[in-house]
């Protein structure tokens, strides 16, 4: 990849700060972060209806089982193969979609691309002897992936499909965790694992009159290629071509998608609140040679070294040498020494942002042709502010005489029968593509796993939660005996670009606690109350506040859509910031040896 440009031009940050607030002051206005509750209103059902699988009638089950998995997503899967390596029999998944894959199981819009280079993003490539077609592989590639992982670790047939868990709950006289589904199933399991995802909760706004709108509506997560034309490997939209589409959002799905509408629909309306930083993705087929040199352990190593390059912790070679190993690394790891006065330090970081940020303006400038469309679309935030994104044809496809860019700071206003309206402004349309992605990485747990669960005592986990996380490690949590969380943000674990690497490590260590504690014979474990208080005074003590970084940020889902005082010190990363990933997983490995934290109880079953 070329280097970037230089990160220090002249600046006045006295006038830049001025702008940026001047464009977060157009963006900021009440009601902006409500959205539909898709779980309970019956209006918007089809939108979260499983368009790939059809649903099957089955008789409810009453099983007895090692591991329960709530989530068959990536986590889940990869969980699922850890666990049988382990040695571990009785697995089994469970997951509202109708087969494996989470994210990659929904999301199959035209253009679905990952944008974590796939030798990193694509988990266990040595154990299924894969090497990903393209350097970014796509939706289908990766879901193709998942499920083959799935099918060699004899996961699919033990899977509960279109199956919510509506309970799970502790069982003392058990020693059992006892979930109950919709589908009237009860499961008894030694242990419980929650996979649920970090965006797994689909966004719809609410607007006025939108449940009027007579036209075709679908959110990109349920895309309706019944109506489009195409299919998850074909962007050719054959059925659009006499068709007007509106897209709500900016966001990654839809810089995607909108190419593709562009290619086949009449017309295409984009409705931009905030425009995206859009980096360049250079996508490319995957090298012949590529495998020639590859060694036992490669895509470990190359993971390592992604997640050190973007904490500043690599002191070797950047081998995934991308837009996120540059710019991210730069920001989060300004060139300071230990003696620099703060405001120095504010200083420098503030001007290597800004050295970014230019770069994205620029190429705006240098792809889009019309000056105003152009203006439009340039990016006008702190780097971080917003999640970076990268692709190569968004930019260029507002040069398209059928592609209109409507900048609407306040986003649309409300629908009616046939139109989308931005002020006193109607756009007829056909068709809404909601682009409007998911609740942020940051949502709390409890809301994530979607139902109730109840440890010792008939304390709940969201009651146990509801001012901040406790827990060890961000995995388990006194009162929650033989239950385990995948690490994820917001949740005293740690943060990273490739979730696929967090996913892999925890996976990796809850499946060898439960091995090690099975082979001692343990019944029961918990969290020792002291190790829980000490692990989160630890993550407190790393704790820097960001609400005055994120007061200044155009409103997002990062920032809790302009609201960062909801950010909570107990809810932080180990390490601080987006977390010591190579610390936090040293730690782990270390904790395997002793289970230091962990209250044992290895008395024989009864039974």
Known sequence: MTQPTDHSPAFDPDEVRAKYQQERARRVFEGRGAIQDLRTDARFADYVRDPWTPFVERESISDDVDVAVVGAGMAGVVLGAKLRDAGVKRVRLIDKAGGVGGTWYWNRYPGLYCDVESY???????????????????????RRHLDAIAHKYDLVDDALFHTGVESSEWDEGLARWVLRTDR????????????????????????????????A???????????????????????????????????GSAIQCVPALAESAKHVYVFQRTPSAIGFRGNRPTDEHFADHLYPGWQKDRMENFSATLIGRNQGNDIVDDGWTHHVAAVNNPPVTPDMPLEEVLRVAEQIDYGIMEEHRARVDEIVA???????????????????????????????SNVTLVDCPHGVERVTEHSAWVGDTEYEVDCIVWATGFEAEVTPFARRSGHPIVGRDGITIEEKWKDGVKSLHGIVTRGFPNMFVMPAPAQQSVTTVNYTHLAVIGAEHIAATIAALTERGVKVFDVDQEAEKTWTETIVS????????????????????????????????????HGDFIGYQELLEKFRTDFDGLELDEAPESS
């Open 370 to 400: 019309d000056p105003a469309v152009a203006e439009a679309l340039k990016p006008y935030y702190r780097y971080m502010c917003k999640r970076p994104l990268f692709h190569d044809e968004y930019l260029a496809t507002f040069n398209r």
């Open 542 to 577: 790393f704790w820097r506040d960001p609400t005055a970084f994120m007061a200044a940020c155009t409103p997002s889902r990062l920032n809790y859509e302009g609201h960062p005082e909801m950010a909570n010190a107990r809810n932080g990363s180990y390490g601080g910031g």
């Open 217 to 251: 509506a679908f959110h990109t997560a349920r895309w309706d290629y019944e109506y489009t034309g195409g299919g998850p490997d074909d962007a050719h939209l054959t059925k659009l071509a006499d068709k007007v589409v509106g897209v709500i959002g900016t966001g």
């Open 120 to 142: 990193i993003y694509m988990p266990m490539l040595e154990e299924m002897d894969y090497i990903p077609s393209s350097r970014y592989a796509t939706g289908h590639e990766i």
């Open 184 to 215: 009237g199933d009860e499961i008894r399991a030694r242990y419980l694992v929650h996979a649920v995802g970090i965006l797994n909760l689909m966004k719809l706004p609410r607007l006025l009159g939108m449940d009027d709108f007579e036209g």
